[in-house]
């Protein structure tokens, strides 16, 4: 888990780290982790942006990942603002 969040964590200004999270926490996580293999068949899309949280938690997302350094993470901040625009008119 450690090289997974520190790979998805370097280049922002204030990466996260494991050491940061409360204690406990890591460990919970960890219980809901279960390794597999699939054999995809078939992929269908669902079109779901946060529209089922509040405003402030979609903003707060937005936020983040315009801040990204990645520029998956801004495209897709690009994609939910839009919507958000969509959504209030």
């Known amino acids: 888990m450690a090289r997974l969040t520190d790979r998805h964590e370097a280049g922002r200004a204030e990466p996260w780290s494991i050491a940061d999270a409360p204690e406990g ?3 919970g996580l960890q219980r809901g982790i279960v390794g597999l293999s699939l054999h995809v068949a078939r992929l269908e899309g669902v079109w ?4 089922h949280h509040p405003e ?3 903003r707060g997302v937005i936020a983040g990942l315009t801040a ?7 495209a897709m901040a690009a994609v939910m603002a839009e919507a958000e625009r969509d959504r209030t008119g």
């Open 56 to 58: 402030p938690n979609r």
């Open 25 to 27: 926490f890591i460990q």
């Open 48 to 51: 779901k942006i946060a529209q």
């Open 68 to 74: 990204s350094p990645q520029p998956g993470d801004r």
